[in-house]
Nanobody, 117 residues
């Protein structure tokens, strides 16, 4: 089992920045990749950014150049630095951890990000 706890959401004006954190605990040795997804009202959950255990990253086209995903292995924490935020970035952001061993996705409880125009 893996537990994920997110923090760092909030309300920010367009053009501002926020940093999300996701702390993992439990069977973290089984995690192959971690990422951030988001879900806006009435829309499907979508991948925002992901990072593998080897450090490779992947971003949604809509956030490239604005968001940066990183990880601190010593703290078992993944971060999402979000700059130049836009109202369309408003959503609940969920931390995800994928285990290839169990072929299972773990999810955090979600954190609200609201960008005002």
């Amino acid at each position: 089992q893996v537990q994920l706890v997110e923090s760092g959401g909030g309300l920010v004006q367009a053009g501002g920045s926020l940093r999300l954190s996701c702390a993992a605990s439990g069977s973290i040795f089984s995690i192959n990749a971690m990422g951030w997804y988001r879900q806006a009202p009435g829309k499907q959950r979508e991948l925002v950014a992901a990072i593998t255990s080897g450090g490779s990253t992947n971003y949604a086209d809509s956030v490239k150049g604005r968001f940066t995903i990183s990880r601190d292995n010593a703290k078992n924490t993944v971060y999402l630095q979000m700059n130049s935020l836009k109202p369309e970035d408003t959503a609940v952001y969920y931390c995800n951890a994928f285990s290839a061993t169990s072929d299972y996705d773990y999810w955090g409880q979600g954190t609200q990000v609201t960008v005002s125009s």
